[in-house]
């Protein structure tokens, strides 16, 4: 089955909103009208305003890098799916290695935020991966079982029919390390299959399933070369033009 392509650039906490309309601008003028591939850029919310403001009448989506469980209430400083949609957000992130290491997200906290962000409308990526300690201890497949079975459990086929699921190995972010193809598509198989035997096999064919952790242009070929992988989270590489747009206009080998 063919999958369309999905890149999206993780912002990170880069960027004020200067350099981030201009960055939003070089890539709409760029690749803003690919027909082929989904693009999304995921800024800071507070550059969130003038990156929707740049993209305008393009092909590229605007995705938000966190969200709270709940619609509206007295919680400081968090932000909700309503808010997001509001701001112009078509996908929002959720379950990033850095949130789950930083910030205690657990499992079951992304599930309650992925529910909250399909009813709000929003596109869910939701980020699974196993630290270097777990590979080295041969607990890949167990960490992501349980972060599948865990993180997207009670939802049905239909609803998360649209849902994107994101690969990234913890010991491959930004730290220059980069999973081999084999070893991507190896853990992109056993997400699909595992999708396959807990939902359905139709479900399972057209959910979309990203790589993320060190992508950068000069590996994007190989890595979209591999069977089960439908794209990329990108994080450094997409802060800059050329790299991005690179990664963007990848060409399977």
């Not at 803003?32 to 989506?61: H, Q």
Request: net charge neutral; with cysteine.
């Amino acid at each position: 089955m063919s999958r369309r392509p999905i890149l999206a650039g993780n912002w990170k906490m880069f960027m004020l909103s200067g350099p981030a309309k201009e960055l939003a601008a070089a890539l709409a003028k760029s690749a803003g009208n690919l027909i082929d591939r989904d693009m999304v850029l995921i800024p800071p919310f507070t550059a969130l305003s003038v990156v929707k403001a740049a993209i305008a009448g393009t092909n590229i989506s605007l995705g938000a890098q966190n969200v709270h469980a709940e619609p509206q209430g007295a919680f400081t400083g968090e932000v909700s799916a309503p808010m997001l949609v509001d701001a112009g957000c078509r996908y929002v992130v959720i379950g990033h290695s850095e949130r789950r290491q930083f910030f205690e997200e657990t499992n079951g906290s992304c599930n309650a935020k992925i529910k909250a962000a399909l009813a709000a409308g929003l596109i869910p990526i939701y980020c699974i991966g196993e630290t270097l300690d777990q590979r080295e201890y041969g607990q890949t497949f167990k960490v992501i079982e349980t972060q599948l079975t865990e993180g997207l459990a009670n939802f049905t086929s239909r609803e998360i029919q649209d849902l994107v699921l994101a690969y990234e190995p913890v010991w491959a972010i930004g730290t220059g390390r980069t999973a081999t193809p084999d070893q991507a598509q190896e853990v992109h198989a056993f997400i699909r299959a595992w999708l396959k035997s807990h939902l359905d096999v139709a479900t399972a064919e057209a959910l979309r399933i990203q790589y993320g952790g060190s992508v950068k242009p000069d590996n994007i070929d190989v890595l979209m070369a591999c069977p089960d992988v439908d794209g990329a989270l990108v994080g450094g590489a997409s802060l800059k033009v050329e790299s991005f747009i690179r990664i963007v206009q990848f060409q399977k080998r």
